[in-house]
């Protein structure tokens, strides 16, 4: 297939595009470049460096598919300037999604998010559960799967709610639970836990760009899925931290009560399998850490290197 994959150049996107080149994809990676460039070249790869919101630019004739990442990707990032965001996140999507529907596009496979539900009572979050989006970065997610599910007689829709995510990439994000106590452990050989007891859902790396994968291999299931498989608490993934970077883990107050478990079936019934777990994330950012490749770089955090790019 010849695919669309917008925020290619971002933490998920760096690991997705080589998988998809490696499947016999053609892909043309689109992004606005905020942290930077790490895909390395390939015949069938162009990089396109731009903006979603300029959607004259985007050329869709020829392209089967398109997985679309690109967003103002967390709480506080989309705090810094709700314009933005919704301009991006929400309204960009729109346009993307009518344009590709004119086109012809047969094939849309969008990265929501496991944040639209809010917070929950229920203890298992499954797809059916009412969306309560608490930030503009929540919000602009259910707009988006909203606008996007309006064209599913036009094209096959599929929205991935992914809990977070964790594990390396070479654009990495160090801004995410698991790879921040990690970094946090790495560095000072201290991890500062808020709260602790909340639970809250995991995914690797590996294994939710494996899904946007297997969403366009199988056409078949559209609609909305939940992928998070490892539901754990703050202070257990510190605790398992400690088994690959020796630290202390202090736990101080949280003013973030959201506790919640994301419940897969519906993804784990099509045949999809994860294959790897937290533990595996902190193991693989531990050895890539102590081989140099990996670094506490400002342009690892998001909500940092955003503000330095505003100040500028
Ligand atoms: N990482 C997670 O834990 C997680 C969990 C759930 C959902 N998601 C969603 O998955 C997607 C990818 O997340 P990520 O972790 O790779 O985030 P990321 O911030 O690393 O990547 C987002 C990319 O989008 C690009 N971008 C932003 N605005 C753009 C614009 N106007 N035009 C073109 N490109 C633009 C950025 O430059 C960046 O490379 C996002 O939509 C995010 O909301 C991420």
Request: charged share 25%.
């Amino acid at each position: 297939m010849r695919l669309l994959v917008t925020g290619a150049c971002g933490y998920k996107g760096t690991v997705l595009v080589p998988k998809l080149l490696a499947a016999g994809h053609e892909v043309v990676a689109l992004d606005i470049m905020w942290f930077g460039n790490f895909l390395p070249a390939h015949p069938a790869l162009t990089v396109i460096e731009g903006d979603v919101r300029d959607i004259d630019a985007i050329e869709l004739s020829g392209i089967d598919g398109i997985v679309h990442l690109s967003s103002v990707a967390n709480d506080p990032c989309g705090d810094l300037d709700p314009k933005l965001t919704w301009e991006i996140s929400a309204l960009a999507t729109m346009q993307l999604a009518d344009k590709a529907a004119r086109k012809g596009v047969r094939h849309f496979v969008y990265a929501s998010s496991g944040s639209v539900y809010g917070v929950k009572d229920e203890d298992q979050v499954t797809e059916d559960l009412e969306l309560k989006p608490i930030s503009e970065y929540n919000k602009t997610k259910m707009v988006g799967e909203r606008v996007l599910l309006s064209y599913k007689d036009d094209m096959t829709v599929q929205i991935i709610r992914p809990a977070t995510v964790c594990g390396y990439s070479p654009r990495m994000r160090l801004d995410v639970s698991v790879n921040m106590l990690t970094m946090q452990a790495l560095t000072n050989r201290k991890i500062t836990v808020f709260g602790g007891n909340q639970t809250r859902p995991n995914i690797h790396i590996d294994d939710i760009t494996d899904v946007y994968i297997f969403m366009l291999e199988h056409p078949e299931h559209t609609g909305v899925y939940n992928a998070g498989f490892e539901n754990m608490s703050i202070l257990d993934i510190a605790e398992r931290v400690t088994h690959h970077a020796e630290a202390e883990v202090v736990v101080t107050e949280s003013n973030d009560p959201r506790s919640y478990r994301v419940n897969s079936d519906k993804l784990l019934a099509t045949g999809f399998r994860p294959k790897k777990t937290v533990e595996d994330a902190i193991r693989e950012v531990a050895e890539k850490y102590r081989s140099g490749v990996l670094k506490d770089d400002d342009h690892f955090h998001n909500l940092k290197w955003m503000q330095k790019r505003m100040a500028r």
